[in-house]
């Protein structure tokens, strides 16, 4: 596949309780995107990680953030979760520089709220 | 407008048909442009990059109109297989920016 992991792979959260989902990229992928696919509609870009920096972020609150660490695997931490947060939660990681626009996507997390 | 926008669908044609999907952008600076596929519950995989000058793998062409904003995707003799909803992707930063804008998808079933 991919090589591309996340975890987990489903989960129900009540309201107003905070998730953390993770993303393991391919080997060598430095970048790493996250986004939210809600039922019927396209994945939403909600930000980019490059190197341990955040590099560019979607039209999510605050209440959505994220972490890469060294070995450039992420996490996705979502407060105060609300009933619309309900969605498959993609993670997407790519090589940097140059290397033209592939990403891989993993098979992503679903995330119900309660 | 919406950013990218795409046949709302869904798609039901037999098996052996030609189908065609249509989609507009908004960003008249997007650099690259592509359609990914999604079997129900999976996650988006690449299907084809689209290149201005148009472009075909086997029984798919994609063809890209920039002065129109306009990017198409046209599937000859359907296979069952080809079920899935197709994505209209645009990265509005190019290069190696991988933040992806995508549009909402258009359901299509093949049938038997």
């Known amino acids: 596949e991919t090589g591309v992991t996340q975890s987990p792979t489903h989960l129900i959260k009540t309201r107003g309780q905070q998730v953390t989902l993770r993303c393991s990229s391919q080997?060598?992928?430095?970048?790493v995107s996250w986004y939210q696919q809600a039922l019927g509609q396209g994945p939403q870009f909600i930000f980019q990680?490059?190197?341990?920096?955040?590099?560019g972020r979607g039209n999510f609150p605050p209440r959505f953030s994220g972490l890469q660490f060294p070995n450039y695997s992420s996490e996705l931490n979502v407060n105060a979760l609300e009933l619309d947060d309900s969605a498959l939660y993609l993670c997407?990681?790519?090589?940097?520089?140059?290397?033209?626009?592939?990403?891989?996507f993993g098979e992503g997390s679903w995330l119900t709220v309660v | 407008r919406k950013e990218v926008e795409q046949d709302p669908g869904p798609f039901n044609v037999p098996e052996g048909a030609t189908v065609a999907f249509n989609c507009t952008y908004s960003?008249?600076?997007?650099?690259?442009f592509f359609w990914y596929r999604q079997d129900c519950r999976k996650e988006p995989k690449l299907l084809m990059s689209?290149?201005?000058s148009g472009n075909e793998d086997g029984r798919f062409t994609a063809q890209l109109n920039r002065a129109s904003q306009y990017i198409s995707l046209l599937i000859r003799d359907s296979k069952l297989s080809d079920s899935a909803t197709y994505l209209c992707?645009?990265?509005?930063?190019?290069?190696?920016?991988?933040?992806?804008?995508f549009g909402k998808g258009t359901l299509l079933t093949v049938n038997p």
């Open positions: 689209v290149y201005s």
């Open positions: 960003n008249s600076a997007s650099q690259s």
């Open positions: 990680y490059y190197r341990e920096e955040e590099n």
């Open positions: 992707v645009v990265n509005p930063g190019g290069g190696s920016n991988y933040k992806l804008t």
């Open positions: 997407a990681s790519s090589p940097g520089g140059s290397s033209g626009n592939t990403i891989y």
């Open positions: 080997s060598g992928h430095n970048t």
